[in-house]
């Protein structure tokens, strides 16, 4: 039995199993368990966009820790924008102007640590510990990442920075 709702074609296909496809995520469906269809509007789309900008952010994050700077930049979209989170300083308004701190950034060792992690919808909160920056330095960061999920890519950083260790810079 298939029925219509605004924003999302359900099929039901098991008692206990509902198949919701996304108008956002294309050809993408995600099982929904134990919700009412009367509630389902919207909810597998939902799901399915905070499942893919999670993806997006630790395919980010295992790029970064490999310190793969071509593949870490194509992750980002042409008009990205970065903010420190603390001054509202706008850090780089392109992927061209990003690229170089990336370039210089991924000639130490850095790591990103994950300490936590929250979604909703397509933005992204990480709370990290950055170790291997210049000079042994070590930071908190916890960063807000808005990603275009149809794109694949992230739009919109904004980092908060604390450093753990003396002339870490953001």
């Keep these: ?15 206990s199993t509902r198949y919701s496809r996304c108008p956002v995520i294309k050809n993408t469906f995600a099982p929904l368990r134990n919700v009412s269809l009367r509630h389902n509007s919207g909810l597998a789309c939902k799901a399915m966009m905070a499942q893919e900008a999670a993806a997006i952010i630790q395919r980010q994050l295992e790029l970064y820790n490999a310190r793969q700077v071509e593949h870490f930049m194509d992750l980002f979209t042409d008009d990205v924008v970065v903010l420190d989170g603390i001054t509202g300083a706008v850090i780089a308004s392109s992927k061209e ?21 929250l979604v909703l919808g397509n933005v992204v909160v990480d709370r990290e510990i950055i170790t291997g920056l210049p ?28 450093p753990r260790t003396d002339g870490v810079k953001l």
């Design 135 to 162: 000079n042994g330095g070590v930071a908190d960061c916890m960063a807000t990442y808005i990603c275009d999920v149809a794109a694949g890519k992230i739009k919109r950083i904004t980092f908060v920075w604390q």
């Design 97 to 117: 102007e990003l690229r170089p701190r990336y370039v210089e950034r991924f000639k130490s060792p850095v790591h990103c640590e994950l300490l936590g992690r």
């Design 1 to 15: 039995m298939a029925f219509r709702s605004l924003d999302t074609l359900c099929f039901r296909s098991a008692p």
